[in-house]
């Protein structure tokens, strides 16, 4: 069971209470708490149901309880018969809470997000209202005396008042003041810590309240430029104290400037990161709204029988699939890879039954529709698993596209926008990323989403700049507001002033300029300043790719992902096949050097022809080398076709997904058997560095190889228990992060005079990594054909001694921010700094 408290909204108007719910939701961002919504009869019919509390309560129920917040009349009524048709056991878990339904819903969130027990919840969701009457009234007035209880670490210090305190003052910032928003952070910074903490207005010359109480701190009235006064006692005071400090100089992670102001002025968002190189100015735009899954539409939109609904469906679905199909053929063959799993999902079988079910008992296509998707993406949501957790995204992307069909049309994405500027989302789609016109959105600021999400992903191979986790308030600027954004190191600034504007345009025109050159430059080797060749090649998976590498001067092809050839159809390629696909590939490239990877799938990318039992993390079970080991028929025709090409044509053969010894040794076997007597004079061996495990075991695994190439998307991932496809979590992801790097150098090390290491993740492509990545060891770079030039370019910049300072430094850092603003100061033009 879940040891946070779970909260129900029960009320009489269902958009009433999920606007409840989300305003609560913005109050603990990265701390979700399992809310329930049972209001209304439906959409639009006001009205309780005891049969759908009990439901909710149900389905947020957990070891530390259930708070249930109403409205008003027959909402308590219908709880308190809700909890007599629950179990036993369950319904001494549950508290009906007299609490003020958005206040109370808002102080719950709070607490129980920090991990409080269920007194402790109820007794601020009753408080609630503290903050609002201590403004209004003319008399403050003390709430009830403030309760202790639940999971909330016991205090270890003797209490304030007996003993001497830390403390500090603290002028506020915020434009708004210590409002809800920025109180609420102040409670979460302040969970966990063993320190009784309590915190005074000391402009007003308040009393003191319990700093863990955000309905207390609200009622201090605390204005921008009011001094507030903390102190605390126990274990870890001072902890305490320095969290606060913290918090008040980032400005309570609030937009800073004038009251007026929605937001910061002349000043980078704190929260933005680089998701797409390159400089955009311009006026913030919006685009209309797509079809959400739970607002489908009115209930009347369609009086059609059931079978014409069905039609109306399969016309829809079809839609979509020629769409997305479309998108493909427009996508390098990595970044179509995205769309499979949305392929998959038009057809799913669950997902088709239970709408059609539906359908029959009478709801129109749309609803049927919407309501089975919205259940499927909340079954996901559900799991615990990361991986499988972020597929309700892929629901959740499929559904809406297929409801649009059976809607009313709207305008796409940028079509309701005035003219080019640009684009402020929450984020975007896959399909919405791909089809952006640069010609029209300049740039994209996200709210949401992350550097290494499917968006940003296909942002960058639009060439378009973006920043990404920028943060809610980009949605509260006008329309018209001028931004400025360098994608490259995630600075935004809101209504620049004229000095601003001509630094970003000075920076963009450098930029373009560089560009030119690197382009001019591109067939040429890429050279450090110091004399050493670091070779820079291009992932590509079809002839028109590895044409475009060729033309934008790739040394060679640093990843084919040979995938291509086994999805999307009912048989296995044969031998031939495979032989002329590769060859032609080769051709394409003018029979220089290509990497095959062996087949890299598993229960995430299944295969129609090769059943495979479920697995609950995929990401951990079998794929890649491990799949081919158990399948070696499969694994050997491809090796066999690989060989002949290699008779041919320079080529190496990469084996994915590689943890042990074992498993190379039985690869290596594989492929010595389909050799033969007479090895191919151009046939070069390699693995994928994608686990720990690999990358610490360097040493063992590379007398078995010429080249280990390290695929950063996944050794992140791996690293940091972090799925880049869960917008949850894909911020941690990040390949800067220490212990990433440490993985490349530990790899390096391990293979130094035994075997070259090459780098084939979109972490080789970020021209600040080059540097990084020369000082750890990396002799080879491989990119998407578009990042060719950059990459050379940023390579013959670079000193291969400055660079291994530079590594060394950035190994010692706490974290990928750190490592960021070591590249900052070391590589900032003019003297280098030390």
Not at 239 to 249: D, F, G, P, S, T
Not at 341 to 354: E, I, N
Not at 426 to 450: C, F, H, I, K, W
Not at 513 to 531: C, F, I, K, M, Y
């Amino acid at each position: 069971m879940d040891a946070t408290v779970g909260i129900v909204v029960v009320s009489h108007s269902r958009p009433l209470a999920r606007a409840a719910v989300a305003l609560a939701g913005q109050m603990t961002p990265g701390a979700p708490v399992r809310v329930a919504v049972a209001a209304g009869l439906d959409e639009e019919t006001l009205g309780t149901d005891a049969v759908a509390i009990g439901e909710a309560v149900t389905s947020v129920d957990g070891a530390a309880g259930v708070l249930v917040l109403m409205d008003l009349g027959s909402a308590v009524l219908s709880a308190e018969l809700a909890l007599e048709l629950l179990d036993e056991e369950t319904r001494r878990r549950v508290l009906l809470c007299p609490a003020p339904l958005v206040e109370g819903l808002v102080a719950a969130v709070v607490t129980a997000a920090g991990g409080a027990g269920l007194g402790e919840v109820a007794t601020e969701a009753r408080n609630g209202l503290a903050g609002k009457q201590s403004q209004l009234s003319e008399q403050s007035e003390q709430s009830e005396p403030y309760e202790r209880s639940g999971t909330t670490p016991e205090l270890s210090g003797p209490a304030i008042g007996q003993a001497p305190a830390e403390s500090a003052r603290f002028v506020i910032t915020p434009a708004h003041g210590l409002h809800a928003r920025p109180a609420a952070r102040l409670v979460t910074r302040l969970r966990e810590i063993e320190a009784q903490v309590e915190i005074r207005n000391a402009t007003t010359g308040s009393v003191w309240v319990p700093a863990l109480s955000l309905t207390r701190v609200t009622t201090l009235g605390v204005l921008a430029g009011h001094e507030v006064q903390v102190r605390a006692t126990g274990a870890e005071a001072l902890i305490a104290l320095e969290r606060i400090a913290a918090l008040a100089a980032s400005n309570f992670g609030e937009p800073t400037g004038p009251v007026d102001d929605l937001v910061s002025r002349q000043k980078p968002s704190a929260s933005a990161s680089a998701a797409s190189p390159g400089i955009a100015i311009g006026p913030v735009h919006r685009a209309t709204h797509a079809p959400r899954l739970d607002d489908p539409g009115p209930a009347d939109v369609h009086h059609r029988t059931p079978e014409l609904e069905k039609r109306a469906l399969a016309t829809a679905r079809e839609a979509v699939r020629r769409h997305i199909t479309g998108l493909e053929g427009l996508l390098a063959r990595d970044e179509a890879e995205i769309f499979e799993t949305h392929l998959a999902l038009l057809d799913d079988p669950d997902l088709l039954g239970r709408t059609h079910a539906r359908i029959g008992d009478g709801e129109p296509a749309a609803r049927a529709w919407a309501a089975t998707a919205r259940e499927t993406a909340g079954r996901f949501d559900g799991l615990a698993d990361p991986y499988l957790a972020a597929r309700a995204a892929d629901v959740r992307a499929v559904g809406e596209q297929v409801l649009a069909q059976l809607l009313p049309p709207i305008d796409p994405v940028e079509e309701t926008l005035s003219g080019p500027g640009i684009l402020v989302v929450e984020d975007l789609t896959a399909a919405q990323a791909a089809t952006l016109d640069g010609n029209v959105t300049r740039g994209v600021v996200m709210a949401a989403g992350s550097p290494s999400g499917h968006a940003a992903i296909l942002i960058r191979a639009r060439g378009i700049p973006a920043v990404a986790g920028a943060g809610a308030f980009v949605h509260q600027l006008p329309d018209g507001t001028v931004v400025a954004l360098d994608g490259t190191t995630g600075e935004l600034v809101i209504d620049p002033s004229d000095n601003a504007q001509q630094d970003f345009r000075a920076r963009a025109e450098t930029a373009r300029r560089n560009g030119e050159v690197a382009l001019r430059q591109t067939h040429s080797p890429a050279v450090t300043r110091d004399g050493v060749r670091i070779a820079v090649g291009a992932n590509a998976s079809t002839p028109a790719e590895a044409t475009a590498a060729r033309a934008r001067g790739a040394d060679l092809i640093g990843l084919v992902r040979t995938e291509f050839l086994f999805l999307s159809r009912d048989t296995p390629p044969d031998v031939d096949e495979q032989e002329a696909a590769y060859l032609d590939l080769a051709d394409a490239f003018g029979g220089e050097r290509i990497t095959l990877r062996t087949l890299d799938v598993g229960g995430d990318k299944p295969l129609g022809y090769l059943p495979m039992p479920v697995e609950a993390n995929p990401f951990l079970g079998v794929r890649g080398l491990r799949l081919g080991l158990r399948r070696p028929a499969i694994l050997t025709e491809q090796l066999r076709a690989i060989v002949r090409v290699a008779r041919q044509t320079p080529v190496g053969v990469m084996f994915p997904m590689v943890s042990t010894l074992d498993e190379l040794r039985s690869a290596r076997r594989l492929l010595d058997e389909v050799v033969g007597a007479r090895a191919p004079v151009g046939l070069r061996v390699g693995i994928m560095v994608e686990v720990p495990a690999a990358a610490l075991k360097a040493a063992s695994l590379a007398p078995y190889v010429d080249f280990l190439s390290i695929g950063t998307n996944d050794l992140t991932q791996y690293t940091l228990a972090a799925e880049r496809g869960n917008d949850d979590v894909a911020t941690l992801g990040d390949p800067f992060d220490p212990a990433v790097l440490k993985l490349i150098r530990a790899t390096c090390d391990g293979a130094a005079g035994r075997a070259e290491v090459a780098v084939c993740g979109e972490f080789a492509a970020d021209v600040r990594a080059v540097p990084l990545l020369a000082g750890l060891g990396v002799t080879e770079l491989s990119v998407t054909p578009r990042s060719v030039p950059d990459i050379k370019q940023a390579i013959r910049t670079t000193d291969l001694g400055e660079s291994r300072e530079l590594a060394s430094e950035a190994l010692e850092q706490p974290s990928a921010e750190a490592v960021r603003e070591v590249l900052r100061r070391r590589l900032a033009p003019g003297p280098r700094q030390k």
